[in-house]
């Protein structure tokens, strides 16, 4: 009886002291941009050229996924990045996340989607001509938890490439998990 009384008792103990341990662990935000897509324009691109940037996200279904994909238009989604004349180097880094620019949406990742930068010219006020533009295509992402500390689990990314057009030359299989940012080079 005796012994059976102090086993529970070291059981207890024991779930007290590992509770107590990760309860003290802050688990910080690590897998928050563990998906995000980094761009930075190159130190030739002059901070005026880039005061205003859109991003478009097109939905690109898989030809084979279940549930077939409706035939139709594209859809798309604009976001308009502007900085101020007076620090327009805002717009030098640029983020394209699970969750910014642009909301998700149908639980949907980033690498459902083809992506455009660019800039457009001041001068032309229709709109259409373009300074400088990007297209990132071909968005493969993998991961999966990891548990480092035994008391918080996080999600890790073991392949996060893209490929690259500037409009002449075209960059496949920019590893994003070896660089921190891939670059925008006109």
Do not use: H
């Not at 935000?29 to 030739?44: G, H, I, Q, Y």
């Not at 002059?46 to 279940?66: F, S």
């Not at 991961?143 to 990314?157: A, K, L, P, R």
Request: glycine residues 4%; proline residues 7%.
């Amino acid at each position: 009886m005796l012994r059976t009384s102090f086993s529970w008792l070291f059981l207890s103990l024991l779930a007290f002291a590992t509770a107590a341990c990760c309860g003290s662990v802050a688990c910080d935000n690590r897998e928050k941009n563990a998906d995000t897509l980094f761009f930075r324009f190159a130190p030739s691109v002059t901070d005026e050229a880039i005061e205003t940037v859109y991003i478009v996200r097109t939905y690109t279904p898989k030809p084979n996924a279940i549930p077939t994909p409706t035939p139709g238009p594209p859809v798309r989604d604009t976001a308009r990045l502007i900085s101020t004349a007076a620090d327009s180097s805002t717009n030098r880094n640029l983020a394209i996340g699970n969750n910014t620019p642009f909301v998700a949406t149908a639980n949907r990742k980033l690498n459902a989607y083809t992506y455009e930068i660019y800039t457009p010219n001041p001068a032309d006020t229709t709109g259409k001509t373009k300074v400088l533009r990007f297209d990132i295509t071909n968005v493969q992402l993998q991961g999966g938890f990891n548990d480092e500390d035994g008391c918080c689990t996080y999600y890790m990314n073991t392949l996060k490439t893209i490929d690259l057009y500037n409009g002449r030359t075209l960059q496949s299989g920019i590893d994003l998990n070896k660089i921190s940012y891939a670059p925008l080079v006109p």
